[in-house]
């Protein structure tokens, strides 16, 4: 899933392997000068969910706090 908040473009996209998802965030900024998006910050692996969704909604958690707290 992807989505903006504040200056940020996240994708809280999950990984499925073999039943489980497996929450993880990409963030990107969009750079002023050119306007094209900047990878900031990758979460990794944030633990494992039994769906997909449960998946989405960790990783939009983490980034939102992530952006909370680095915003500028």
């Known amino acids: 899933m992807q989505f903006d908040y ?3 473009h996240i994708n809280a996209s999950p990984l499925d392997e ?3 998802y497996y929450a993880r965030a990409k ?3 969009r750079a002023s000068a050119t306007g ?3 990878e ?3 979460s990794g692996d944030l633990g494992d969910y039994p769906s997909d969704a449960d998946a989405i909604e960790a990783a939009q958690r983490w980034a939102m ?4 707290n680095n915003s500028g």
Not at 65 to 68: F, I, K, M, P, S
Request: hydrophobic share 25%; net charge positive.
């Open 6 to 8: 504040r200056e940020f």
């Open 18 to 20: 073999g039943g489980r």
């Open 27 to 29: 963030i990107y900024r």
């Open 36 to 38: 094209d998006s900047v």
């Open 40 to 42: 900031v910050k990758y």
């Open 65 to 68: 706090q992530w952006c909370d």
